[in-house]
């Protein structure tokens, strides 16, 4: 079976950054991924996290994986 070529997940990346005051430049500094890495992840086209990006993300961003990411309906 396929890999599905769309998916419901969403990213609030650009939520949290603003609630922060926080820039991707900034945010990329801090959790050590590159901004264009960021940007793919912010724009809802990343097609895959590793746990220790998403660690890092909600360590900076004091949020939750749930804050971070969120499901869209069916």
Not at 7 to 35: I, K, N, Q, W, Y
Request: aromatic share 2%.
């Amino acid at each position: 079976m396929g890999e599905p070529t769309e998916h419901r997940v969403t990213v609030h990346l650009d939520e949290l950054l603003t609630a922060r005051g926080m820039t991707l430049v900034e945010l990329s500094a801090r959790v050590g991924v590159t901004v264009a890495n960021l940007s793919v992840l912010k724009n809802g086209h990343a097609r895959a996290i590793r746990f220790s990006t998403l660690t890092a993300l909600c360590d900076v961003l004091d949020c939750t994986p749930g804050e971070l990411l969120g499901l869209d309906g069916p």
